[in-house]
């Protein structure tokens, strides 16, 4: 019988490859014999993440890139077809917050930056329909693909202080549903687009608000361990499961869905 989950040789793209996300993702799809480009800012971290997977017998490579930059991105793409001749998944990984965006407890709604608010709407929103619709055309042409957008628990709920980085991700969502539409009915079922919804998983971006120097939890990561059944933050590899099942033929007839991946945060009620 096939295996459904079989992703070898599909050639994945991840748009912010070298955070700790990324990099975790990146590691398993190589090891399940997927050729991965990962995609970042950071050279030096994205040619390490390279080197560890081809050390393991992977498939990977790096390319420096901007998602808010259309000529960086359609370079990208001519690299990758040069390369593997095709784009087969695409994972609209990258994304962030900045501290303006946030209010903080001791702030109010007028301490809020617009120019750092909008910046964050850019760099999660836009720069993840640009990157779509750079590696999007290949996959037109191949008559199949997959696109994996990443949202947040702070789409479902209006979580305090992540204002900006909040409404980008509840935007996500809702273009994640209307793409899937988009491309079926224009392209055909053979491109699917889902998203994937991290609960709370240690990052660089959220160590500061969610540790303390010391490394105990904030009051803040303390009422993410309170409101999670699971009681504990995720790991990382623990959103490999879910993302090689939207990529690979297992879920074929899945679209426009938002698969949460979370310890049971969304659910939890008093």
């Known amino acids: 019988m096939k295996n459904l989950f079989d992703i070898r040789d599909r050639v ?4 912010g490859g070298t955070g700790v ?14 050729k991965v480009v990962i995609l970042g800012r950071k050279a030096e971290v994205g040619n390490a993440i390279v080197a560890d997977i081809k050390a393991k017998g992977g498939e990977a490579m790096f390319l420096t890139t901007d998602v808010m930059d259309r000529s960086k991105l359609e370079q990208n793409l001519a690299d990758i ?23 903080g407890p001791d702030g109010t709604f007028f301490d809020l930056k617009i120019e750092e608010f909008q910046r964050v709407l850019e760099l999660n929103l ?3 329909v640009l990157p779509t619709q750079v590696f999007l055309k290949p996959m037109v042409e191949q008559k199949k693909g997959v696109i994996v957008n990443f949202s947040s628990m702070a789409a479902f709920r209006p979580m305090t ?3 900006g980085y909040a409404a980008a991700k509840a935007g996500i969502s809702n273009y994640t549903a209307f793409m ?5 009915k224009k392209f055909g079922e053979g491109i699917r687009v889902n998203a994937i919804a991290p609960g709370f998983f240690l990052t660089e971006q959220n160590r500061t608000l969610l540790t303390n120097p010391d490394g105990s939890w904030t ?28 990529i690979s033929d297992a879920s074929s007839f899945v679209t426009g869905t938002v698969a949460v991946v979370d310890g049971g945060f969304n659910v939890f009620a008093m």
């Open 12 to 15: 994945v793209v991840i748009t």
């Open 21 to 34: 996300l990324g990099k975790a993702i990146a590691a398993h799809l190589a090891e399940e014999g997927a």
């Open 81 to 103: 077809l040069k390369a593997y001749g095709r784009v087969d998944a695409l994972l609209n990984a990258a994304g962030g917050n900045m501290p303006g965006a946030t209010i």
């Open 126 to 128: 836009t720069g993840t």
């Open 161 to 163: 202080r992540v204002a």
């Open 180 to 184: 899937a539409t988009e491309v079926a």
């Open 219 to 246: 009051q803040r990561g303390q009422d993410v361990i309170r409101q999670t059944p699971f009681g504990r933050m995720g790991r990382p590899e623990e959103l490999c499961g879910t993302i090689q099942y939207l």
